[in-house]
Structures are given as structure tokens and as C-alpha cells.
């Protein structure tokens, strides 16, 4: 459960709450070098590396997923510093607090006036500090997360919040909450209420790997989107395949009787979609959008533990990670997806382990991206060890350490951070032919 500790203090204990995921073996030396590493960021740099004006896209600061991974993937303190220097050079400063806006964020106009404007992270991080220390990590997340109202579903739109749960970290459950309140995509709040009411009519309950699979023989699905469309799911998905999409992800619905369930399939069913998200004649690569639901379920395992949370809530939560989930796969253009690809897959290194895996995530020189999904994966055949016979779960057995090798075989050498006009080791849109062209023949 997390603690109440000074929400402006990071200090990482990975033995204190068996929620956390990680390796056996963690020095006293890495946890305090992250320590550092933490304090450093939540006190110089911004949220975003980019600039929306400029830009066109927030693209995220990734130092604290980053830092946190490595130290639960076992890395030393070395290469915990090394790898937070490598991706310092691009950060942007922190902008000020604006203590007028803090002031005044507690009244629901200004509040809802304040949303998306990037410009007002760091005001918001004091804001949800203060009410951090006044009221507690669980009442605060209930009121601004769970409660129902305009600002908590506009919130759990676009929660961030993961890390900061699973670390036990108050003072990244604010950066996540602020970083939630300055996005500025509202469109998925609409898209959410939609399919809400949608499944309450319809009544009709299907998995989430029968769902990706249904959208990807849909014709409407298959074709929302394109290589050059920017906002994928604004401009593609909810505009060219709004209905189809509704349909599908209303009949995802968590009951609050299946929680523990449920977490296992989300951790396999995004697991299938990036495995299977392959070419038979390339060789494998990992799509940049589709890894992003993957990489979250490991922290909704860790959300859905707390029992500050009610069962109502958690399974909301898992209903709206469920349906983000399959519409990303339809902005990829619903790729068809195969498993083969990575099952018949012969690792480069001859031993292809899981700990040839994690060894080479951790000296990656990304933006952490590797080290995310080699975690995620790992812990998506821990919580599917005890489904394996159910037909939901896809992926079964060697399939999880088959597609870290994958992972790990095919980076780009040099690493660096992701982007769309970076040299990333990622594809972007799986289901698009053109996107294939300059990936090497098998």
C-alpha cells in the first residue's frame, strides 16, 4: 500500500511493498543513485521534451520510467546514472510555478479553465503536492481519478499514474497527475462516454484478443487510418471508424468480480498484439504505439492491489485500459496478427533467455522503451502461468522469452530517444504496408 510520505521526497525502497515487480537481487548503491536521479528530474525538467507549438505532439520525458525499470531489471548504479545522463541533453527545463494558479486550481472553474496548457505542469505538480500532503495518496486519486464527475473522468482519460503507485511514490503520483491535466486530448474522454453508454445497452461481453481480432477482419477498421495521418485515433479512428470502433470496445467490460482475471488477460491480450503485430517475410519489429498498452498493464497490477481502490473502480479502470488498447491497434491499421513470426523466431544469440534479455535491455542506450517492454513482457508470463489453458490467453509458455529475444535482436545499436523523425528501433503503424518497406528481409 503506498505510504504517506513527503509527496515532494523520492526515495525508492523496492523491499518495502510486494507490489513491485522486480528482480531478486537490488543494491542499496542503484536504489539511491535512482533516488538522485528522481529528485533531479521532479526538480529541473519538464514533462515534455517537445513543444506542442512547435512540435505539433507532446512527446514525454521517460527519465523516471526509465530510471525506475532499470532498477527493477537489476541494473548496478552505473549504469542507472549513465543511462539518465544519456537522455538529459534533450530534456527541457522545468517552466516556474505560477503560485496565482495554484491557488486557485481548487476552484472547478479555473481548474477546468487550467487543462491543457503545458505551460502549467509545474503549477499543477505543487497543486496536487499540497493536496498529497493535506489529504493522502488514496482519498486524493479517489476525488481527482475515481469519482465520476467531469474532472476525474477527463483524468482517467489520460492517466499516467502507474509508476508512481507501484514505486510508492507520492511525488510521481503528482507529476502523473499533472502531467494527465496539461495533455490536451480531450477527444478521448468524448470516445470513452460513448462506449459506455454503448455497453450498457448492449450487455454483450467479449475478451480483449477476440475483439483486436474482429477489428482486424473489419474492412472499416482496417482502413481509418494511414501512414500520414498525425493524430492517428482523433483524425483517424473516431473519424473514419467511429461506430465500428464504439461497437467493439463497449462489449469490453471488467466485472468487479474478475479483477485478478482480468489483469492477467490485459497483460497477455496487449502482449498478443505486439507479438503478433509482424511481417512473415521481415524480420520482427516492435510497433512504437502498440508496445504503449503493454508497458501499462504492469502498473495496473500494481493499481488494482491497492485496497484504498474499490472493486468498482478498478474494474472501471481496467475497462478503459481494455478499450484503449484495441483502439490502438485500429490507428495501427489493425494489423492481422501472427504469432508465428516470433515462435519460429531463432534468436541471434544462441541462448535467447530471459536474462540475456533483461543483460541487454539494461545497457540499451534508448530512452528506456526497451527496458520497458522486456519488464512488461516478463510480467505478462508471471500473471498468465495460471490461465494458460483458457483461449483468451494467446500467448502460452516459451512465446514471452521468444518475443524478448525478438525485442532485443533487433534494436538499433545506437539506441537514443524515440520519435517520429528519430533513428528509433521501432516501427510506427504495424498494419500499414509502406511502414514495412525499409525493414530487412528474413
Not at 502460452?396 to 545506437?414: Q, R, S, T, Y
Request: glycine share 6%; net charge negative.
Amino acid at each position: 500500500m503506498i505510504t504517506l510520505q513527503a509527496p515532494s521526497t523520492l526515495r525508492v525502497d523496492l523491499k518495502e511493498d510486494p507490489n513491485m515487480f522486480h528482480v531478486a537481487k537490488i543494491s542499496n548503491e542503484s536504489s539511491q543513485t535512482a533516488d538522485r536521479v528522481l529528485e533531479a528530474n521532479h526538480e529541473n525538467n519538464h514533462i515534455f521534451f517537445s513543444y506542442l507549438e512547435k512540435d505539433g505532439v507532446h512527446m514525454h520525458n521517460h527519465i523516471v520510467h526509465h530510471a525506475l525499470t532499470l532498477l527493477a531489471l537489476g541494473a548496478d548504479a552505473a549504469q542507472v546514472q549513465h543511462l539518465y545522463e544519456t537522455n538529459l541533453h534533450y530534456q527541457r527545463t522545468a517552466v516556474p510555478v505560477q503560485p496565482d494558479v495554484v491557488k486557485n486550481l481548487s476552484d472547478q472553474a479555473v481548474y477546468k479553465k487550467s487543462l491543457g496548457n503545458e505551460n502549467n505542469y509545474a503549477s499543477f505538480v505543487a497543486f496536487f503536492e499540497e493536496e498529497i500532503r493535506a489529504k493522502g495518496v488514496p482519498v486524493v486519486i479517489n476525488e481527482y481519478v475515481f469519482a465520476e464527475d467531469f474532472r476525474a473522468d477527463d483524468m482517467l482519460a489520460r492517466l499516467f499514474m502507474g509508476c508512481g503507485i507501484e514505486f510508492n511514490q507520492p511525488a510521481i503520483v503528482a507529476e502523473a497527475l499533472a502531467q494527465a491535466a496539461v495533455h490536451d486530448d480531450d477527444y478521448l474522454f468524448t470516445f470513452y462516454h460513448i462506449a459506455h453508454a454503448r455497453a450498457g445497452h448492449s450487455g454483450r461481453k467479449r475478451c480483449l484478443a477476440e475483439l483486436v481480432d474482429l477489428a482486424s477482419a473489419n474492412e472499416q477498421c482496417q482502413t481509418a487510418c494511414h501512414s500520414a495521418i498525425f493524430e492517428k485515433i482523433r483524425d483517424g479512428v473516431l473519424k473514419n471508424a467511429m461506430d465500428e470502433t464504439v461497437e467493439l470496445a463497449s462489449q469490453y467490460q471488467v466485472g468487479e468480480d474478475e479483477i485478478e482475471l482480468r489483469i492477467a488477460e490485459l497483460c497477455n491480450a496487449t502482449a498478443y498484439i505486439v507479438a503478433g503485430a509482424q511481417r512473415a517475410s521481415k524480420l520482427p519489429r516492435m510497433d512504437f504505439f502498440l508496445m504503449h498498452p503493454m508497458n501499462m498493464t504492469i502498473f495496473l497490477g500494481a493499481i488494482t492491489k491497492q485496497p484504498w481502490l474499490s472493486n468498482a473502480s478498478k474494474a472501471r479502470l481496467l475497462t478503459y485500459a481494455g478499450r484503449i488498447s484495441l483502439v490502438m491497434h485500429i490507428a495501427m491499421g489493425a494489423p492481422k496478427l501472427d504469432l508465428d513470426v516470433v515462435r519460429q523466431y531463432k534468436p541471434s544469440e544462441a541462448a535467447g533467455t530471459w536474462d540475456d534479455a533483461i543483460r541487454r535491455a539494461i545497457k540499451h542506450p534508448d530512452d528506456g522503451h526497451c527496458a520497458k517492454m522486456i519488464r512488461a513482457v516478463l510480467f505478462a508470463e508471471k500473471v498468465s502461468q495460471p490461465y494458460q489453458d483458457r483461449p483468451e490467453f494467446r500467448l502460452k509458455g516459451k512465446d514471452f522469452e521468444k518475443l524478448a529475444a525478438a525485442i532485443v535482436d533487433n534494436l538499433n545499436p545506437a539506441g537514443g530517444k524515440a520519435g517520429p523523425y528519430e533513428d528509433e528501433s521501432w516501427i510506427r503503424g504495424a498494419g500499414f504496408d509502406d511502414v514495412w518497406e525499409g525493414v530487412p528481409s528474413a
